[in-house]
């Protein structure tokens, strides 16, 4: 993994890794990127330290090299996963990773999706979202008990060649259920997602 320009600390932790219950491994994934040839993505998943990995690999026409990398928080229950798809543009492919944690503590758990485009071999943040927040009352100054939590799916738009991200939240706030949805559609213009506002799908006393 160094020769592929992973940081040497980080292929020698995962190369000396190991756990009882099943062996982690690398995953390998290629995909369509603007500005560059052939490329894939290097994802060294949790399970081995508290950091996920993920490298942009570009194909320089004799090998493989990392051209970028991002690490991702894996509290606390090491569920930072990926996947691949066009969603904006039919002609590249998008990186949507899931359940990195961006805030933790006694009673807190913050885990965000995001949406990162490759550009010139980088990944370009494009979304950032929360998909999961708990808050007890320990948590917080003002108590309250809430449990949150989005799942994410690519849907089509009619008329067009272009796609949208639905979310569906469902939030239990001290005993209250809440289910809500709105729909993130690309802004060429500022060049980001940008969400609709939430629309109420169920509502529980």
Not at 56 to 69: E, I, L, P, Q, V
Not at 151 to 160: A, E, G, K
Request: charged letters at 25%; aromatic letters at 10%.
């Amino acid at each position: 993994m160094i020769e592929l320009g992973v940081d040497k600390r980080t292929a020698e932790q995962f190369a000396e890794s190991s756990d009882n219950t099943r062996i982690v491994v690398p995953e390998w994934q290629y995909a369509r990127a603007e500005g560059v040839g052939s490329f894939a993505l290097l994802f060294l998943p949790c399970d081995w330290t508290e950091l996920a990995h993920l490298y942009a690999m570009n194909w320089s026409g004799k090998r493989w090299h990392a051209t970028d990398n991002i690490e991702m928080d894996c509290h606390y229950d090491d569920s930072v996963s990926f996947e691949v798809g066009s969603i904006r543009s039919p002609r590249s492919d998008e990186v949507i990773v899931h359940h990195s944690c961006e805030g933790h503590g006694t009673g807190y758990l913050e885990q965000e999706i995001q949406v990162l485009a490759i550009r010139n071999g980088k990944f370009a943040t494009e979304l950032k979202a929360d998909e999961v927040l708990h808050s007890h009352p320990t948590a917080v100054k003002k108590p309250r008990d809430l449990d949150q939590s989005s799942t994410f799916t690519v849907i089509p738009i009619s008329s067009s060649t272009t796609r949208a991200i639905e979310e569906t939240r469902s939030s239990t706030l001290n005993g209250h259920l809440t289910v809500e949805r709105r729909i993130f559609r690309w802004d060429p213009a500022k060049g980001r997602y940008r969400p609709s506002p939430f629309s109420y799908v169920e509502s529980v006393p």
